[in-house]
């Protein structure tokens, strides 16, 4: 069973990126499936989270208008479309996979995520 982000690398201010979570080892178009991120000395925190029924869940103000959560249930893939960016959004960024199709309410329990993937670095710098 592995999750794998993918598609982080050095952005400018403004600019944009997308980032890809493969599942392997399981079928993750029942689960839900969420994005987190990490900034260097801060705590990890939830970005979205998409149902199997393909319902955004948002976890974080701040990436509001500028991220777009979707998936790919044909490819066991979903992605984290990410638009002007800015130099507070530079973290380690991680896909976890719910326990079940419905996105957990918020963000708290790492308990409430049965997978988690390996992050990718995204740099937002001029």
């Known amino acids: 069973v592995q999750l794998q982000a993918s598609g982080g690398g050095l952005v400018q201010p403004g600019g944009s990126l997308l980032l890809s979570c493969s599942a392997s080892?399981?079928?993750?178009?029942?689960?839900?499936i969420g994005w987190f991120r990490q900034a260097p000395g801060k705590e990890r925190e939830g970005v979205l989270c998409?149902?199997?029924?393909?319902?955004?869940?948002d976890y974080l103000d701040s990436v509001k208008g500028r991220f777009i959560i979707s998936r790919d249930n044909t490819n066991n893939k979903a992605y984290l479309q990410m638009s002007s960016l800015k130099p507070e959004d530079t973290a380690i960024y991680y896909c976890?996979?719910?326990?079940?199709?419905?996105?957990?309410?918020?963000?708290?329990?790492?308990?409430?995520?049965?997978?988690w993937g390996q992050g990718t670095l995204v740099t937002v710098s001029s």
């Open positions: 976890a996979a719910g326990w079940s199709g419905a996105c957990p309410r918020d963000d708290r329990q790492s308990s409430d995520w049965r997978y």
């Open positions: 080892g399981f079928t993750s178009s029942y689960l839900s």
């Open positions: 998409i149902s199997s029924g393909n319902i955004a869940t």
